[in-house]
């Protein structure tokens, strides 16, 4: 009887379009608590289906961890989007040494296939695709996580213009870390927590922010206990699974103000396209346009 534990789950790919056997484990870093593929033994898995990613190199890289850890001629069924690499998958596949079959279905390619003896270009791919320091920055970080290789003009924008805080505070979609960074510079500020629902980038920014005064936190942010807070920094996030979602945001929104105690403050940069002063305004007791500019605006809101 086949232990179900040794069956891979990766993301969450539609019912729609295939199948997941019940009891899969999850290895996807975006859904908190679910294992990590790469502390996976060689050749422990008997059967994977994935979701993959959209960008190259993450995806190139989740699939060389999946061929790793599958057994040999262990089965696997690979999906995407069309618009969002599935149209590259038998090529990416191929490329591994796979010999695959392909179909489409429901604007998806589905790929089946089993892992060979010995995959071609595994190495290539797990160096490409993994934790590395990005020299321009001099900060750790991974394809896939938020603006990976780059630093987001947003949150540049907020750094640039975040006061002196003070207090226990928190970083709400932390990232790899550069906004809890700069609140740490203030020597009144007693604790942070950097919380993520990317266990990639809470990874990274454990190794950007070597403060003691640092907490870290892989979680759904809509679901996570933090309360009585001095402050909460943010570059809220407005994309769910690659599509837009102003909800997410607003959420990001709602969670900081019960999360700060009476007289806390948030620091918020958005987008500026997005509508946030309809919910800031009944959230916070006053909340305040600090600046617009670039496409991009501050909030600071008090409770």
Not at 33 to 38: C, I, K, M, N, T
Request: proline letters at 7%; aromatic letters at 6%.
């Amino acid at each position: 009887m086949t232990d179900a534990a040794t069956i891979a789950v990766y993301g969450t790919p539609p019912a729609e379009v295939v199948d997941v056997p019940s009891g899969a484990t999850q290895f996807s870093p975006l859904m908190p608590g679910a294992s990590s593929l790469e502390q996976q033994s060689d050749g422990s898995l008997v059967a994977m289906t994935m979701l993959a990613p959209p960008g190259t190199l993450e995806r190139r890289y989740v699939i060389a961890q999946a061929l790793r850890a599958l057994a040999p001629q262990a089965p696997f069924t690979i999906l995407a989007p069309n618009d969002r690499g599935g149209t590259r998958l038998r090529k990416e596949l191929q490329a591994f040494g796979c010999a695959i079959e392909e179909s489409a279905r429901r604007h998806h390619r589905i790929v089946i296939g089993t892992r060979p003896e010995k995959p071609a270009g595994i190495a290539d791919a797990l160096e490409q695709g993994g934790p590395r320091l990005i020299d321009d920055l001099g900060v750790w970080s991974q394809p896939g996580v938020f603006s990976w290789d780059r630093l987001d003009p947003g949150t540049a924008m907020l750094i640039a213009h975040l006061p002196p805080l003070k207090g226990r505070g928190a970083d709400f979609g932390c990232g790899i870390g550069l906004l809890a960074h700069a609140a740490l510079a203030s020597p009144e500020v007693t604790e942070i927590t950097l919380v993520d629902i990317d266990r990639r980038a809470i990874e990274c920014a454990q190794h950007n922010v070597g403060d003691a005064r640092a907490r870290f936190l892989w979680a759904d942010l809509r679901s996570a206990d933090l309360t009585g807070l001095d402050f909460v920094v943010m570059n809220a996030p407005f994309h769910d699974a690659g599509a837009e979602d102003k909800s997410l945001a607003q959420q990001f929104v709602t969670r900081a103000a019960k999360a700060l105690g009476k007289g806390g403050v948030c620091f918020m940069v958005a987008n500026r396209h997005l509508p946030y002063e309809a919910i800031l305004k009944p959230a916070f007791k006053r909340a305040e346009l600090m600046i617009e500019t670039g496409g991009y605006k501050i909030y600071e809101a008090h409770t």
